[in-house]
């Protein structure tokens, strides 16, 4: 257990009022961001992060004092969500308030690459509290940081993070409300109209539940394993536009109070709209294990036919394989 530590919040009461007021007050793709750095100056720390996680792997992020690009990059090259131990521990008590310090034993018997990357970051102290966004399965994950010239953190910083989380999750919540109503994000509750505010490098800064639930898929249509959409969307590349229409989904960029807000549409045609009878015919018997010798024997076709139709197909619909085929007809 770290030593008592003299730091306190003089009113914690009065600091989550703050909070409240600079969430009704502050747009959506601002307000993580702005809460961040009120977070840090109220707790005394030199930097932080703040990132917003879905059961299905999805996250958004913002810091304060960091490249996030960069860092982000990293944390996934490192296998971090490996490698983190500050995290499950805060995960396993909502609301209530960890700290690492870097004389704790946890830090120094932790892999190599991770306490490296620990230092290039300056993460030297680290104070944390995970908060559930209520009615909801999404958490977000506080992290205010301190640097080796800064003071360790103790129990007063512990003890006065946590009486301040039920102050930042009703923040959390109010914004997410009047986010709803401001940028139309509300939730439809159908999982057809994922809606998301980005900045513009793409980097996702509010989803709402429809986007988050369809993540996976659209991180594995678009091959990123960041919260971040690729360029290529943004700009409307051909190709990947074509691809992303092959899958099911339509993509509609628009800007948003200095970010981008993006709408993705199903296109219930589908990838079955793009192909012609005897394409799909080939496609559903290939997706379902037969071989081309197999396919041609049981259409009366030759294999060079199949061949060639199989070809055109994963030319039309973007993909190179049999399970990239059978995923992006949904079979």
Not at 44 to 55: L, Q, R, S, Y
Request: hydrophobic content about 40%.
């Amino acid at each position: 257990m770290p030593p008592k530590s003299p730091f306190s919040l003089t009113d914690p009461d009065s600091a989550a009022l703050g909070l409240l007021r600079l969430a009704r007050t502050t747009a959506c793709e601002r307000f993580p961001q702005k809460l961040l750095e009120r977070l840090v100056a109220l707790m005394g720390a030199d930097h932080g992060a703040i990132n917003i996680w879905h059961p299905r792997s999805f996250v958004a992020s913002v810091g304060v004092g960091y490249d996030l690009s960069g860092m982000s990059a990293d944390w996934y090259a490192i296998g971090g969500a490996e490698l983190d131990f500050t995290t499950p521990a805060m995960h396993a008590q909502p609301l209530r308030a960890v700290c690492v310090n870097d004389d704790d034993p946890r830090w120094k018997q932790s892999h190599p690459s991770w306490r490296s990357f620990q230092a290039r970051y300056g993460i030297h102290h680290q104070l944390g509290v995970s908060i559930p966004f209520e009615g909801s399965e999404t958490f977000a994950h506080c992290y205010l940081n301190r640097g080796a010239a800064s003071p360790r953190y103790g129990t007063g910083e512990v003890d006065a993070l946590t009486a301040l989380a039920p102050g930042i999750g009703e923040a959390l919540l109010i914004n997410r409300l009047y986010a709803g109503a401001r940028q139309g994000l509300e939730d439809t509750g159908s999982g057809e109209q994922p809606l998301a505010v980005t900045d513009n490098e793409g980097w996702i800064l509010f989803p709402n539940a429809d986007f988050c639930r369809a993540w996976p898929r659209l991180s594995e249509i678009a091959r990123v394993s960041e919260p971040r959409l690729p360029k290529s969307w943004l700009e409307g590349e051909r190709g990947a536009i074509r691809k992303l229409h092959a899958a099911g989904w339509q993509c509609e960029v628009t800007p948003a109070h200095g970010g981008l807000r993006v709408a993705l549409r199903r296109n219930v045609q589908g990838a079955g709209a793009m192909l012609t009878p005897r394409q799909t015919e080939i496609s559903r018997l290939y997706c379902a294990g037969y071989s081309g010798k197999d396919i041609a024997t049981r259409l009366r076709v030759s294999p060079a036919t199949v061949r060639v139709h199989l070809r055109e197909t994963y030319l039309k619909l973007g993909v190179t394989s049999r399970s990239g085929l059978r995923s992006a007809l949904g079979l």
